[in-house]
């Protein structure tokens, strides 16, 4: 189901249910159970800019137990006080820099914060070693509270029948979206994990003692668990943007039931990229404020491709890459069911000799999704196709050089149009996410293998500026808002919450 139309069911969920009375021991669940309905309707872990997957429960039985147990043997660990803590999310050390697997919005963040004065210390849940030497791993928390979890199976006696508004809930989904199914055991799954989660994060808060903490990502049970930690505690949790939301992505838009105090399970504040993702957030949550209120702070990862050189060795490789003649095409593929799609696949079939294809794998996308895609490419024998620097070499230097890029409705798009490659959208979710775009001439739409191959005969458009533009990357701006996030002011707000 497209964008759109999963939202306006949401909507009409909400419309027509009190989820406002949807609690559970105190805690608003609305934004749980409205991320499970948005998984069933969008598909796979909610579309695109999908939540990361926890480490702990990747892990075998034995490995549990002795995280767990390490992480009860160093309960008194010191730890330093820092006035930021960045939260770095099972696999999002996705990109890789000199050698060394980095977090792009956490490490740049992190490198910001050490150029302005700002201490701060990385949480990191990445099973994935950090180019800044040992961090202080969360794995060991998280599998304990994953064990915490299991027992409450057995000790929890409290049902899901108890919760106001649940049967409504289930019996309006029933009747007027009957593809939709509430299912109340992972519901229930779903609460104890995010409760264990902020039990084990308590204590790691509280010896840390930061004004704020940035995250990634806040709809996943570890960041949940994260952000009701720091409620408690009186410090403020930011959500730093990590992809493209749009109008109609069910986690940032078009929730029409918010009020004072906001969320629970919501992060306090929303660190945006630029003016356009900020005023869509705040449309919907002006009536919580200051809670849930969205800023500009822009994007620390493109900046820093910006205004920092890469390393001599991509230099020489991205040399290599880009062939003197050629067009070059990056085909930015998603971790989507159909990643390549077949108009995509035959314009790459039937493309001109003087086309070079720049297939980039999603560092998020399965084994044997990038397998059968490897396949399919070999077996159309084109020979200038290239997949293994393409994947590796970080997409903005890739974005510098490149002529098109092709995407189905990634954010890439508009990380193309700020580096001067055009930007085609492949895909109905695309041409919905990206309307002002498209329509403005910034980003093409294309819908068959015609229309691909004749966009390419063009030369491609001329570096253009926006007048509002979806990505901000001056320093400045993002050196302000840390400042602002880490000031005594913002300790004393949430301190009164």
């Known amino acids: 189901m497209d964008y759109k139309e999963a939202t306006a069911i949401l909507c009409d969920i909400e419309q027509h249910v009190a989820v406002e009375r949807l609690r559970r021991d105190g805690l608003d669940i609305w934004p749980l159970l409205r991320l499970m309905l948005w998984r069933q309707l969008v598909g796979g872990d909610a579309g695109p800019a999908a939540p990361p997957q926890q480490t702990a429960r990747k892990a075998g039985k ?52 050490g150029r302005i004065g700002i201490s701060s210390l990385t949480l990191d849940a990445s099973c994935t070693a950090s180019p800044y030497g040992a961090p202080f791993s969360v794995r060991p928390e998280i599998a304990l509270a994953f064990l915490r979890a299991r027992l409450l199976r057995v000790t929890d006696v409290s049902s899901a029948f108890a919760i106001p508004s649940l049967e409504e809930l289930n019996d309006y989904i029933r009747r007027a979206h009957a593809l939709l199914q509430l299912d109340r055991i992972q519901m229930l799954e779903e609460l104890r994990l995010i409760g264990a989660l902020k039990q084990s994060f308590l204590p790691v808060l509280k010896a840390v003692s930061p004004k704020s903490v940035f995250l990634a990502c806040y709809y996943h049970p570890a960041a949940m668990g994260m952000v009701l930690a720091c409620r408690e505690l009186g410090i403020r949790s930011v959500e730093v943007q990590h992809g493209q939301q749009g109008d109609y992505h069910g986690m940032y838009a078009n929730w029409t039931k918010a009020g004072p105090g906001g969320y629970a399970l919501m992060p306090d504040n929303f660190w945006c990229w630029g003016q356009q993702s900020a005023d869509r957030i705040n449309q919907w949550s002006r009536p919580s404020w200051p809670v849930q209120q969205a800023f500009v702070g822009g994007n620390p990862w493109m900046a820093r ?58 560092p998020k996308m399965p084994a044997g999704s990038k397998a059968k895609i490897l396949c399919r ?12 620097l393409s994947s590796s070499l970080p997409l903005a230097a890739l974005l510098k050089r490149t002529d098109f890029m092709i995407t189905l409705w990634s954010s890439v798009a508009y990380e193309a149009l700020l580096f001067g490659a055009h930007p085609i959208i492949a895909h109905a979710n695309g041409l919905k996410s990206f309307r002002f775009y498209i329509d403005r001439g910034l980003f093409s739409y294309v819908d068959s293998k015609e229309a691909i191959l004749e966009l390419l005969r063009k030369d491609p458009l001329q570096k253009v500026e926006e007048d509002n533009p979806y990505i901000e990357t001056r320093e400045e701006v993002i050196s302000e808002t840390l400042r602002y996030f880490v000031s005594p002011a913002i300790s004393a707000m949430s301190a009164k919450r």
């Open 305 to 362: 491709q910006i205004h920092q050189p890469g390393p001599v060795d991509e230099e020489a490789q991205l040399d290599a890459l880009f062939v003197a003649g050629k067009t070059h095409v990056l085909l930015a593929l998603q971790p989507v069911e159909d990643a390549l799609p077949v108009p995509i696949q035959q314009a790459i079939e039937f493309s001109s000799p003087d086309t070079r294809w720049l297939v980039r794998f999603h």
């Open 377 to 388: 490419l070999r077996a159309m024998a084109v020979p200038d196709v290239e997949v293994e």
């Open 62 to 113: 034995f490995e549990k137990l002795m995280l767990a147990a390490h992480a009860l043997l160093r309960s008194k660990r010191a730890y330093p006080k820092a006035e930021a803590v960045i939260f770095v999310a099972d696999n999002e050390r996705s990109v890789t820099v000199g050698g060394k697997a980095i977090s792009p919005f956490g490490d740049s963040l992190r490198d910001y914060a």
